[in-house]
């Protein structure tokens, strides 16, 4: 069921004009650098948790992910709960006090600048933000192509034109308005996503006449499932693959342990614990985060699955065979499209594009301030430069145009991989380190620096040569040795994350022990407990900044 | 056995661990929205005391 055309551009205009004023008032309470990048460091928690679920949950986790559950069925419920107990409660409650501290003890504004900080290393500085500011855009792209593939379907809008304009609308408020913007219209999107899964929840199982009867349907079409898919091990939706088979290793390695736990060492999220006040504020946003991955994660899994008996009541097929090339990227929009009222299509149309929206705003500004700040600023002018929002700015400007060019030749079914390869790539090179620096006094320099090297290209060699899913595309392993992976069996299913991890964290284990520790003066300097009496002396200057606006 | 019309224990397992892990953030922060408060006083004075007594 296609939307009408009036009825669609009525919500998208109030949608824009409520964006773009939400924007505006978290411009006018950015007033330095510390505001453009960190948001002054006074956020409320529930900003905080929303802001941060909005990010965490894009296009790539509804649409992408959806129709991966689509195919593959509901064990990518694992996921879900690898979300809420990772993503949410370990990253809000073990991860992110320290961070919070340790970023405000070292006066870093950036995720780059934390952990080159901590180890006293421009190197490692720039180095992770020219790993950011080059692979970030892999993952940005696909949460545009996510949305284009959607404006595509509902509104039946070109693709291509559908790309651009959504670029320039989210370009629009990072660029001006800073990380605070970036939160602020990140909670509003939070509030109209919330709405529009609920409504996709509730609906989705009443068509389909209940939760238990819904459930039942899609475990009885067990014998449907594509011969292609039986030989690689899918035992159904509503059943875990068989132990070992490729399916079974898509979805523990890459997406549970990749997504799951990848999702602790994102920069774009860690930086939002350095936005709020005090360790309360983060145990209080755990509140709201963990239910709000519930409602977006779970949801769209369940509803990704369970799409299956809708279409095969409805047309005889199921949803992988409904879309062109079956192409998973395409099946959650269809589902759409064809089952909700039109007024729902509308307003989820809204709450998707809120979710690449958010999610794409805070990778266009955690790469932007990579290559602007970290890499250029830092690293190249060694801090000499003063116009750091200015760079930063241009950092973003050029980073975003980096991922449409990718939205535009990647290819089809790409949505879930993409964002599986960047978050694998962002926990071998940081997890390992992000952990010794908050936790591990006894990590040192050496140690820090071999975690992140040795992590990151290990990473990208095991994909490159070996992992079959990026190594055979790439073609790169192919052309220098004339076959498509180096090794085979199942090593070719096993992702890099299973590899490059442990290899990163031995580096960092065994070149710490090797090598001489941080002073006590600098170790206590960084860890040093904080308490709202002495912070308020401390950020002082930035809080008189926010309240003399008086927003 | 049939839990939410799901066969294997290992998807239903699943299900009934979000839901748990969602409801048990919702009761984790909220009781830190005012026993938080608390905690952070108390720990805000001894600190001061230790800075005193160094």
Redesign the interface.
Known sequence: MAVSTSTLILFVIIYLTATFYVAYLGYKKNSQTEGYMLAGRGVHPAIMALSYGAAFISTSAIIGFGGVAASL???L??L??MN??FG??IAF?IFGPPTRRMGLNLGAITYPEFIGKRFQSKFIQGFSGLLIGIFMPLYAASVIIGAGRFLETTLGVNYNIALIIFTIIIASYVLKGGLLSVMYVDAMQAVLMLLGMGFLLVFTYSKLGG?????????SMASLVPQALVDQGHRGW???PALGSPIWWTMFSTIIMGVGIGVLAQPQLAVRFMTVK???SL?????????F??MMA?VAYLVGALSNVYFFKTTGMIALQVVKDGNTDLIMPTFLNHSMPEMFVALFMLSLLSAAMSTAAAQFHTMGTAIGYDVYQQSIMKGKSTATVHVTRLGIAFTILVAVVLAYILPISIIARATAMFMGLCTAAFLPLFIGALFWKRTTKAGATASLVIGSLSSLFWLTFVHAKEAVPLGICQAIFGKATLLSGTWTVVDPILIATPLSLLALVVISLMTPQFSPEFLKKAFR?R???EEEVSESASHKAVESTGV | MLVLGIEDPQIWLAYVFCVLSALGCMIYGVLNWKGGEEEQAVKSGAQRTTVQDQ
Do not use: Y
Not at chain 1, 283 to 291: C, E, L, M, N
């Open positions: 069925g509901m064990g419920l694992w879900v709960f809420i107990f949410i409660f409650v939760v238990v009867e819904a459930h039942q349907a899609l475990t509503t059943s875990m005090d360790d309360r145990k209080r946003a755990v509140a709201i985060g963990g239910p991955i519930l779970g407990l308490f709202e009496d």
